[in-house]
Each structure stands twice: as structure tokens, then as C-alpha cells.
């Protein structure tokens, strides 16, 4: 958790600089492959991205049913569909503009899904109020301050206590900035990426006090927030808890609370659609973000759809409520499963520790690698991270991405592994890391 | 054609002032509507856009197959769907990452698919030269100037010559801006929108001998490249033209080439997707594109799909091949019909002439209002175009846009229309306009 995060603009940027060298790597070795060069492994395993289907994680029959449905409607009256999948397709139809997906929607989203977005929200916060008008679905991220000219100022977890925060470090990074900008807005990703902490309803409570006696507008992503694995791990959001609050919290801290179709259970990263929900926004701002999007185009017909069943998932009694269980319960079972291989191979190795996590789709293995390494690091001018990847990815065929990217604290370096992949492939990965990991510090010792 | 078109942010910004209230007014109908409030008419024909699906125009069957086939790969082994659509889903799935349209591709489209839009352009500009490495693939327009803070400087077609380009006219343009701003880039849009002219080759070697001299970019938008209807027109790129004419203006006058799944013969407005060909760019300004590229995520997997088949439509002998042809002549077919009786109707009623296009889906009938409607618009601090068409829309529920969208001449008013419309839907819409505009000529004279 960091002013800086995988979409952030600036992170971007720092990934510019500090990783070109992995990207145009990448590139090029899948391109080797494709012409059938020789290397140890004959595919690469790709966990750089929080992109589970990438490495086989099967999407969720019910949303791909609904989505076939609605782009070829002669499916509607096959019964080889559930017949809860053709009426809920039938009714998405009757809602999209003209009948069809390929028509253009309202930019901020087509109204009933905007709705029904608004009552999820409500739910998933023991009733909290939620306005339909404050909810913008968009295809990704809209909310870069780059172009405002914003400067982040990092902030830093515990890593010894599992990622925790420390209010004396949002205090610190304050003050930190001071006579170099005047900070306006505090982002926060929970469950955490790549920390996988998951805050508990006081730190988040304690958040928004910082928040308000500072006067910073939450940015609060949440993309994570139904893949918590821990077992005393529960995922409050920063609405809820603002609404239990009461006033006068609940009625002037600004928040920003982001969730994605990209994300979670379904992992549609390629669909490309998400949402935001704006509180307690100065009216003026929201006319003017209202405008913004007016004049943009909407986000894809088929992410709002995806983005509408991950906000109304079928329900007991449902024909297709059984199998979505069941494979829901898989990809939770499967993540547990993983983050414990992970946890139990990585810390088994020298130079290797990996704090537990309790939720989200990645875990953040720290490096203490030898000084030579650490040298010959130099030498390629990279940072031993980043070192450390470009020979992962090399030798092993391991595409992982270096802490730098995240904000890690000085003198510190991890490697982000994304766990949400078949098991399979997940002991592939850790004999490939194991075997590369012994023999660089043999190497290196 | 103009420097403002459509999807140009200034044109937005303009609309912003000049149709607010339009765009309020149509939110409002439709709630309305939805509500059960009593009007004239149950329905709005939406015709303010070119999105020819939301009237009831039919997507493409072959399209859509494989776009459902890919989501659901349980259709790839049902015998419902024809071979060939099939065979493509199953390549197409081969080609994503993961095998799974749900992953994230690369950010400036998946590369099998760029190569093959590229041998496209290649063989539609009669085996002009095309570089994968020159192709984005992108969610819309990103090639907004608004953010480098351009200005534009409008230029006018010849109305009463079919919406002619005259080359004086550009030069007159050019030299309006003297003193005002530097002109770098020249937008044109082949075939026209609104005015839906269709430029011959030589007009368009005459254009690019205008912009090698000033050193102009041509920012070509050429979406409308497959509704080409004129007896004697035949679109012909840009592109095309460039290579043709040969050195010194094949490999220094700079191109951009917009394409998108959204228009045409697809219509796939609500997926998102359309790609650029940048030619004879600066290495520089490539690079810096390709990093801008790079920072963002990628264009929707389903829209790139769409957008593979619209540059790979089936072929004879293909078992989709017969009924593909039937439903794109049959577009073709209905834009021919409804042009035309969109002509026939409009120059039949008095204060309303409109040229015949050529191409692209829109008709722009002039209107000459009388004296005192122009007075009563102007008393409602509207244009004489935008008061028709608040009028329109509220009396008769027919929803086109003011002229004053699209830089028409000073003093002259126009609406625009979509003609991509079921021909049942067209005569709809011309008996409203008809009604209306018969009215509105008693109440006024």
C-alpha cells in the first residue's frame, strides 16, 4: 500500500526507467519462442500482471454464458443455456440502446447497470445509502492525476508485521512533503497489491480520521476486495466504514472507492471495464467530472455486462447458482492453496522471505541477495531487483516484476508474483524459481 | 469536412455550449418515456449518432458468431455454428494470451491481429507497402490535441458542388490562421461526416501536395471507408494515393489513418474498438507514441476480434460466404433506399434542400428557416439549427444534431441524420420530419 500502485501514472513512468529493459526482454523472448529457438522452457510463465486467465484460470461460466447470449441472441432460444442465463440475457438486451451490445450507451454507463451497481453497493455494506448519480463505470482507469501534475509522495507498510499500517507513517509522509507540494488526496489499495493485506474496519476507521483532520480526498482501491483468503480476514470498505462513522465523517470526507471486472472472481482483464463510486464530492467537482465523461465515449457494452452479473451473481434456487458456487469455491480454493506452496517454497529458500498475505492475487517475496549480486546488479546498471527478474525471466522462463515498481522502502527488494493461477502451473513456477534461486546464490555466494 | 468533426474535442467542448440543452432534453424524454408520460409518440428515433444498431440495424451474423464462439469456447464443439466460424474462433483463441479473451494483449493490440489488418490495408491499397510496426490498435480516439492545446481553423466544403473540397479554400484557411497559430495538422474526413461526399483521387493527390508544401500532418479519418454508395465513386485511401504519387511524397508526407469496427459495414459501436496507420512519422515521435501506448492498457480483446474479421471478412467458398454477402448487401441496399428517399422527402418540403451524398451514413439537409423562427430561437438563446432541433426532438421525438456541431459555413443551418437505419424506422422518421417541419413553416411564415 503506497501513493504508488500498478496503474498509477507515475508508477508508470518509474517502470519506464527502472524496467524498460524487462519489457523489451519480454518481447523479445516470446518472439525467440514463437521461431522456435532453444531455450530451458518452452513456455513462459507470465505472473507479471494481476491477469489470472493469462496462465489458464478458467473464467466464470455463468458471466461467459450471459455475454455469448447477449452477442448472438439466437442463444436465447437454444436450451442448451440455463434457462436463468437466456432471461437475464433476454432482459440485458432489452436494455442496451436499439436492443443490441453494439450499440454505443450512455458515457457513464447504461442506467439500469448503473442501478444495480447502486443497489449492490448498498448490500455489500449492510445498507449503506448509495447513489446511482455518484456511480461511473468506465473501461479502465479514468483517474490518472498525471495530468493534473500531481506529485506522490510514498508512504511505507510494515513488512515485519505483515503489511501493516502505522498512522505515525501517513504522519510522517505528510509531513515529508512539506515545502515540496501540498498533498490533496491519499490512495490506498486494500486488499492490498502487492502487499496482500487486508485492513481491518479500525485502520480504516483511523485512515479516514487522518483523512479528514488533513483534509485529503480518499482514493480507496478496491479491485481486490473478493479475493480475501485469510482465515480472521474480513473485507469492510472505506463507504461503509465512512457511513458507520456518522457525521461529521460521513457527510464531508471525499472518497473515491474503485472495483473492476478485471479483478476478483472474474478476472475479465479483457473486457476492460470498471467503476468508480464518488462521496461527498463538492457539486461543483462532480458537474465538472460529469462533463468530463460526457464528452468521452462509454466503456465496452460487454464489460458493463460482465460488471452487472460480478454486482448481481446468481442467487440460491437459481439454475445456474450451483456450478457458479462451484467454481467460485474452486479459484478460492485454488488461492489458498497457492499462497500456502508459495509461502512454504519461498521461505524454505536462503535470501527468500514471503510475509503471509490475507487477500488479493499476489504474493511480495523479499530478496536479500549476496553483495556480489548486488554488484553485478550495478554493473548492468539495474536495480538488484530488477536483476534479479531479468534473470529470472532469462533462465527460467519466469516473468515476475521487480518491487521498484511498487514503491518498496529503500534498501529493500521483492519480486510480485501473481498466485491466481491453476495449481499446476503454480508448482511449475516454484521448481522453475526454486532451481533459478539456489543457483544464483550459489553462483553469487 | 472540416477541422471539427465528430469525435473532436473542441467539437465537444462547441457542443457543450451549443447543445447542453439538447443533451439534457433528450435524458429527460427518455425518462419520461419510461415513466408513461403521454406524448406524440411512444418511441424516440435516435438518429444523433452514427451508431446504426440503436435503431434496429442487425449486426453481422458472422461477427457476431465468432465473437460468442471465442467467449463461450463451448460453442467451438457445437455443430450449430458454421464451420469456418469455428475454425476462426479457434485460432483466434490460439492467438490470445492464455487462449482466453479475457486476458489483457499487448497494449497496442494483439500482435497476430495487427499483422493481419496490415496485410489488409496492404491489399486494399492495390499491394501498397504497410508496416505492422506503424498499426494502433486502440479502445477509440486517442488522438485527441486537445491536451497539447491545439486551436482549430475550420474550412468549408462546397455545398451546392455535392460538398466539394476546393484547394483555395484550404490555402484561405491556412492564411486566416497567420498571426493566430502555426497549423501542423490538416483533419479530413474521407467519406465525409456529416456531408457524406466521397473525394476523388486526384482531390486527394491535390490535398497532399498541399500538405507536403506546408508541411502539414494529414490526419486522415477514413472510418467510413465501407459505405461508399455513389454510382460513381469508389473510396480510395489516402494512403493509397500516397504511395501512387511516389518519392519525395511517399516517404515524407506524414499520415494518420483512422479506421473502426464501430462504422461501416459493423457498426460494432458498443465494443470499442478502431485502429491508426502512422506513416512516415518521425522515429522520435514513433517512439514517444509507442511509449505513450505502453503506459495505457489495452484496447478491448472482443473490439480487436471484431475489428480481425472486419479486415477478414469470409471468402467465396467459405460455408459463411453466401449469407455473409446477403446481409452486407443488404445494408448496402438499405443505405442506397434510404438516402434516397431521404432525399425525395427533404427537397420536397419548402425551407429544407439537401445534397445527395455519395458515402458515409449521414444526410445533412440545409434549412432556411423563416425570419421569425430565426427571432424565436434567438429570443431561447439558441441557434436557428439547435432550436429546429430541440423542437424536433420534443414534439416529435425524431433526435438528429444542429449543424452547428460540425463547422458549418456562417449564416447556413443544417441537421444531420443518420441514414443507417431499417427502411420501416426511415419512413418513420420522414413522416416526423415532414409533420414537424410542415408545421413549424405554417407557424413561423
Redesign the interface.
Known amino acids: 500500500m503506497s501513493m504508488l500502485q500498478e496503474n498509477d501514472?507515475y508508477m508508470?513512468?518509474m517502470k519506464?526507467v527502472e524496467t524498460a529493459a524487462l519489457?523489451r526482454q519480454i518481447i523479445r523472448i516470446m518472439e525467440e519462442l514463437r521461431q522456435g529457438v532453444k531455450k530451458p522452457y518452452k513456455e513462459v510463465i507470465?505472473v507479471a500482471?494481476g491477469?489470472p486467465?493469462?496462465?489458464?484460470?478458467k473464467?466464470l461460466?455463468f458471466v461467459?454464458?450471459i455475454?455469448?447470449?447477449c452477442?448472438?441472441p439466437q442463444?436465447i432460444n437454444?436450451n442448451?443455456l440455463p434457462v436463468d442465463v437466456r432471461q437475464r440475457a433476454q432482459r440485458l438486451l432489452g436494455e442496451?440502446?436499439?436492443?443490441?451490445?453494439?450499440?454505443?450507451?450512455a458515457t457513464r454507463g447504461m442506467p439500469d447497470i448503473v442501478h444495480r451497481v447502486s443497489e449492490y453497493i448498498s448490500r455489500r455494506d449492510g445498507g449503506a445509502w448509495s447513489n446511482p448519480e455518484n456511480i461511473y463505470i468506465s473501461?479502465?482507469?479514468q483517474w490518472s492525476l498525471a495530468?493534473l501534475g500531481a506529485v506522490p509522495v510514498p508512504y511505507y507498510l510494515d513488512e515485519e508485521q505483515g503489511w501493516e499500517l502505522h498512522m505515525e507513517e501517513l504522519h510522517r509522509a505528510l509531513a515529508s512533503a512539506k515545502g515540496v507540494c501540498n498533498p490533496v488526496a491519499l490512495y490506498i489499495i486494500n486488499p492490498g497489491n502487492p502487499s496482500g493485506q487486508v485492513q481491518s474496519r479500525q485502520s480504516i476507521q483511523e485512515v479516514i480520521q487522518f483523512a479528514s483532520e488533513k483534509r485529503l480526498f480518499i482514493l480507496a482501491d478496491e479491485v481486490y476486495q473478493d479475493t480475501v483468503y485469510g482465515e480472521k480476514s474480513e473485507f469492510v470498505s472505506y463507504k461503509r466504514v465512512l457511513a458507520e462513522m456518522g457525521p461529521p465523517f460521513s457527510d464531508t470526507v471525499e472518497l473515491a472507492s474503485f472495483h473492476s471486472a478485471s479483478k476478483g472472481m472474474l478476472?475479465?482483464?479483457?473486457?476492460?471495464c470498471g467503476y468508480v463510486e464518488l462521496v461527498n464530492l463538492d457539486p461543483a467537482v462532480m458537474k465538472y467530472i460529469y462533463?468530463q465523461f460526457?464528452?468521452?465515449?462509454?466503456?465496452?457494452?460487454?464489460?458493463q455486462i460482465a460488471l452487472d452479473v460480478m454486482a448481481n451473481p446468481p442467487q440460491p434456487g437459481d439454475p445456474s447458482y450451483p456450478f457458479y458456487i462451484e467454481e467460485t469455491q474452486h479459484i478460492r480454493t485454488t488461492l489458498v492453496h497457492n499462497v500456502n506452496r508459495a509461502l512454504t517454497a519461498f521461505n524454505s529458500l536462503p535470501g527468500l522471505t514471503c510475509q503471509p498475505g490475507e487477500g488479493g492475487v499476489f504474493v511480495f517475496p523479499r530478496l536479500d541477495l549476496p553483495p556480489r549480486a548486488i554488484q553485478k546488479a550495478k554493473e548492468a546498471g539495474l536495480g538488484p531487483d530488477t536483476f534479479y527478474c531479468v534473470n529470472l525471466l532469462e533462465d527460467a522462463g519466469v516473468f515476475a516484476r521487480p518491487g521498484a515498481e511498487y514503491g518498496q522502502k529503500e534498501g529493500t527488494h521483492h519480486i510480485r508474483i501473481c498466485i491466481m493461477t491453476p495449481p499446476d502451473i503454480m508448482e511449475e513456477l516454484l521448481r522453475r524459481v526454486t532451481s533459478f534461486h539456489t543457483q544464483l546464490m550459489k553462483d553469487f555466494s
Open positions: 501514472p508508470k513512468d519506464q519489457f507470465d500482471s491477469d486467465q493469462k496462465t489458464g484460470m473464467p461460466s461467459r454464458q455475454l455469448a447470449a452477442l448472438y442463444l437454444d442448451k442496451c440502446p436499439g436492443g443490441s451490445v453494439g450499440s454505443y450507451s473501461p479502465g482507469s495530468e478476472g475479465e482483464c479483457g473486457l476492460r462533463t460526457s464528452k468521452d465515449s462509454c466503456a465496452p457494452v460487454l464489460g
